[in-house]
C-alpha cells in the first residue's frame, strides 16, 4: 500500500513539473517566436500597439521633422486598402544606420509600422535621414508591405524631391518604368508633410 502511495505521488509531482514546464516554453515562445533571429522584421510589431499612425524613434529630438501621409490603395488604384502593415526603416540624420540589439537581433533602430484603416489612410511621422557621408548617395526611406494572406514585399524606397543627388537622369528613369517613389516636403509649421498615396501590386505582378 505504501508503495503504491509513494508512486502515485510520484506521478503527481512528475506531472506537475511537466506541465509547469510547459507554461514556462508557451510564455518564451509567446515573448520570443521560436523565429525570431531569422524572421523579416516587418513582423517584429506590437500587435496592441499597432494603428494606421506611428512615430518613429528620436522624432521629437530632430530639427528636420518629417510626417508621411496618405492612402494604401489595392492594385485597381481606387479602392482603399484596409489592414495593410506598412514598415519603415532609415538611416539617421547623419547618414548612419543607428543599430540596436534586442533578445539577440540586431535592429535599425529608426523605424515603425502602421496598420491602414478602413480608408486605407497611414501617417509615419519621422525625420530627414541623412546621406551616408562622404557619398553621393541619395537620401531614402525603405518600405516594405504586407497584405493579409500574402507574402510580405518591398516597395521602392522613398526619395525626396530636394535632394541634391537626385539627378534628372534618375527621375527620367523612373518616370520611364512608372515608379511614383519621390516626395515633395513643403513645410507646413514646424515639419514637413509629404502627401504620399501607394497602389499595392497587383496579384500576377
Not at 530639427?63 to 538611416?91: C, F, N, R
Request: glycine content about 4%; hydrophobic content about 35%; charged content about 25%.
Amino acid at each position: 500500500m505504501k508503495n503504491l502511495i509513494r508512486l502515485l505521488v510520484c506521478m503527481l509531482v512528475s506531472l506537475a513539473f511537466h506541465t509547469l514546464n510547459a507554461q514556462d516554453s508557451a510564455n518564451v515562445l509567446e515573448e520570443v517566436p521560436f523565429d525570431y533571429l531569422t524572421r523579416n522584421p516587418i513582423y517584429d510589431y506590437d500587435a496592441e500597439m499597432l494603428s494606421n499612425t506611428d512615430t518613429i524613434p528620436d522624432f521629437e529630438s530632430q530639427e528636420s521633422k518629417l510626417k508621411i501621409t496618405g492612402t494604401v490603395y489595392q492594385s485597381d488604384g481606387v479602392t482603399p486598402a484596409k489592414d495593410v502593415i506598412l514598415y519603415i526603416w532609415h538611416q539617421d540624420a547623419n547618414g548612419y544606420y543607428d543599430m540596436k540589439t534586442d533578445n539577440h537581433k540586431r535592429y535599425v533602430n529608426h523605424r515603425g509600422w502602421i496598420k491602414t484603416d478602413a480608408d486605407g489612410q497611414y501617417t509615419f511621422y519621422t525625420f530627414f535621414p541623412g546621406s551616408y557621408p562622404h557619398s553621393k548617395e541619395k537620401r531614402h526611406i525603405h518600405v516594405e508591405v504586407k497584405e493579409a494572406g500574402k507574402v510580405d514585399y518591398a516597395l521602392n524606397g522613398f526619395l525626396f524631391e530636394d535632394d541634391p543627388f537626385l539627378s534628372k537622369i534618375c527621375r527620367k528613369r523612373l518616370a520611364k518604368k512608372g515608379i511614383n517613389n519621390i516626395l515633395s516636403t513643403p513645410k507646413k509649421g514646424d515639419l514637413h508633410v509629404a502627401n504620399h498615396d501607394i497602389i499595392l501590386k497587383a496579384d500576377n505582378q
